[in-house]
């Protein structure tokens, strides 16, 4: 963060006293931060108190004789590496969305390349509102990055999503994004995947036996949300279908639970069309016809017979479909012969990219990952590095593809 410059645009909301523990968040990691503070944001925190967080001048008017004889609306949205709108309100959010410019925020916001972050802050309703909605999916296709709100308790009384996040989570998206390497060489960070719908599957699936009892797998789901993670801090449209996992939806996606292979299936087929489809997710082969009640031990003579079916190949589906993503990806968990079973399975499924990764160790549980990628074109192997890694020089790379 050394030496990154941010200018912080204070919307009108009661959440704009949050803004004052970022200023401090920033300045403390070594980067300068400005502020634009709104005539609405005026009412809850003074241009004083952050002129002394920021140890900077605070601009609030369009209308300035000075700052405007020298164009200070064009100079203040280029000087920055990152503009960050906090808090972003519902009517903040529409006029970006619209393109409106009637003040010295709005008219910087407008006229600017510099990348943009907005974190919205607002009543649950309004959250909710269609208009909103379409707010924010417009804002996403323009290349702005739209955090998602925190759920909680708010100042009206009332209690859902549309809470301002905490200052320390603002601050790390602010730190992921100045920090990505795609950032630091052309500036577009997170609007390389704007407009974009990406499809993630997740996880296991559980088949049952019984109403106790159900077929799974060792897979922890880590890796298929980390790279939904990424891929939403690029600005894509995220969908992630999971299977039951103990891990928190990243932020800005758009989580489906699912439990069998058959709500899977149905879940991708309902999520379609998108862009891209990564099916991360350790489907399992085979499902049984599920007992009625608990099978019983001692029962029978001996182990209870189950009879297995077959489960549908979403992958291999997908890649029949007419919907077909443009870019299909699939994953390969293997304990043996990693690259050539990826290989096979590239041909055999109809898919454009085949990640392989050895799972005979402890992978499907782990922190870590090495995979292969296998493309008509050869392997690429990447070494052993965090799933967050891993995730991130994926996403990086579906962008190039995408271009």
Not at 347 to 363: E, L, M, P, Q
Not at 368 to 394: C, F, Y
Request: net charge negative; proline share 5%.
């Amino acid at each position: 963060m050394n030496g990154k410059r941010i200018l912080l645009v204070i919307g009108g909301g009661i959440a704009a006293y949050k803004s004052c523990e970022l200023v401090r968040l920033i300045r403390k990691a070594g980067a300068s931060v400005r502020c634009v503070l709104t005539e609405s944001g005026s009412h809850f925190v003074t241009p004083m108190t952050l002129a002394a967080l920021s140890e900077d001048k605070v601009y609030t008017s369009l209308w300035n004789l000075k700052d405007e004889s020298e164009m200070g609306h064009i100079q203040l949205s280029r000087d920055a590496d990152l503009i960050v709108v906090c808090p972003a309100t519902a009517d903040l959010m529409a006029k970006m969305a619209s393109g409106i410019a009637d003040d010295l925020a709005t008219t910087l916001l407008l006229a600017t390349d510099t990348p943009v972050m907005a974190v919205p802050a607002m009543n649950v309703r309004m959250w909710d509102h269609a208009a909103t909605r379409r707010n924010v999916e417009q804002l996403r296709q323009d290349g702005i990055i739209v955090m998602h709100p925190d759920k909680g308790d708010m100042a009206c009384g009332e209690y859902g999503e549309g809470r301002l996040p905490e200052p320390a989570a603002v601050f790390e998206e602010i730190e992921s994004l100045l920090s990505s390497p795609v950032a630091a060489s052309d500036g577009r960070n997170a609007a390389l995947l704007a407009g974009k719908h990406i499809l993630i599957t997740a996880g296991p699936t559980r088949e049952p036996i019984d109403p106790v009892r159900y077929i799974a797998n060792r897979s922890s789901g880590r890796q298929g949300y980390a790279i939904a993670d990424a891929l939403a801090r690029l600005g894509a449209n995220v969908s992630l279908i999971s299977g039951p996992v103990s891990l928190e939806t990243p932020r800005g996606v758009n989580r489906i639970d699912v439990e069998t292979a058959l709500e899977m299936e149905a879940a991708v087929q309902s999520a379609l069309p998108a862009d891209v489809a990564i099916l991360v997710a350790a489907v399992a082969d085979w499902r049984a016809q599920p007992a009625d009640r608990k099978i019983k031990k001692g029962a029978t003579s001996g182990p209870p017979a189950l009879e297995l079916i077959e489960n549908p190949d979403i992958l291999a589906g997908l890649a029949k479909d007419e919907r077909r993503p443009g870019l299909l990806i699939g994953f390969a968990a293997e304990t043996d012969k990693v690259v050539g079973h990826a290989r096979a399975k590239l041909d055999r499924k109809g898919c454009d990219w085949i990640i392989a990764n050895d799972v005979s160790g402890d992978v499907m549980g782990g922190a870590d990952n090495a995979i292969h990628l296998v493309t008509e074109d050869g392997v690429e192997s990447w070494e052993q590095m965090p799933k967050a890694e891993v995730a991130r020089k994926l996403a990086e790379r579906i962008a190039d593809a995408l271009g």
